[in-house]
């Protein structure tokens, strides 16, 4: 069987005219444009254009840890014109949960289709939990040999048991709303079709029900704001799942 055949992953394009990053790279007056830096860094930090060597591309730098390697560009610079440093917007970005290098490497793999090279941490937040930390505890005298799929991560929603259809999802979380006008619609739908890979549900948080994911309707919570945007009859009747948003509050309990 042959092996399945992916399509070939290009970089998105920024947004911004800065990228995140986590070290900055600083090239001094004192610079002759020798161009030594961009033939001896292997992460293309730096780059020629037209002869001229170009701002640095500071979100590809592994930072201080390149010293130990014989192509610290720094080290290399025979103007001395190089240095490398933590960048400012690192050190005040994020929070407990969601910590800058969190957010510096969920935008990398987005921009690039891979996990970020430098020293960033890509799973959990400084509190040590997250979905990675779920451990299934399996009884130390267990009956039998537990297989792989005889362990079942799904859960059942609404069992209040008041008439009201009960709803399954595979795994036990779904994806939060996050409104039409916040993202692109290529994400939105990228968001229902994942929802749809893990047989789980997502919200399509405030701002109206694109056509594009009514084929993934199944898998959809269709989010009703005090605004009331986008909400129409049919939106609430295609979905298995209706959320309720009051005191225009993006994050529960803080509305």
């Not at 001094?28 to 002869?51: D, F, I, K, M, R």
């Not at 510096?104 to 793999?109: A, E, P």
């Not at 008041?162 to 595979?170: F, N, V, Y």
Request: proline share 7%.
């Amino acid at each position: 069987m042959s092996a399945p055949k992916f399509p070939e992953i290009k970089p998105a394009p920024s947004r911004f005219r800065n990228t995140l990053s986590k070290y900055a790279v600083r090239r001094s007056s004192a610079c002759q444009n020798c161009h030594t830096c961009a033939g001896v860094c292997p992460y293309g930090v730096h780059l020629v254009e037209g002869g001229r060597i170009q701002l640095p591309q500071e979100h590809f730098c592994i930072g201080p840890q390149c010293r130990k390697t014989d192509h610290f560009c720094v080290d290399k610079c025979p103007a001395q014109a190089l240095s490398v440093v933590i960048h400012s917007g690192y050190r005040v970005l994020g929070d407990f949960r969601w910590t800058a290098d969190l957010l510096l490497s969920t935008w990398f793999m987005a921009a690039y289709g891979r996990e970020p090279h430098q020293d960033i941490e890509t799973r959990i937040g400084d509190s040590g939990g997250g979905f990675d930390r779920l451990r299934l505890v399996i009884p130390p005298e267990a009956p039998r040999r537990i297989e792989r799929e005889d362990i079942d991560t799904s859960v059942v929603l609404n069992r209040s048991g008041d008439g009201r259809p009960e709803l399954r999802i595979a795994v036990p979380h779904y994806g939060g709303g996050m409104s039409f006008g916040s993202i692109s619609l290529t994400t939105m739908r990228a968001r229902m079709r994942l929802a749809e890979s893990f047989d789980t549900l997502c919200c399509t948080g405030e701002g109206g029900y694109p056509d594009v994911i009514i084929p993934l309707s199944d898998h959809v919570i269709t989010q009703v704001a005090t605004g009331l945007f986008g909400v129409r009859e049919e939106t609430i009747k295609r979905v298995p799942m209706v959320e309720f948003k009051y005191a225009q509050g993006a994050k529960p309990g803080l509305g």
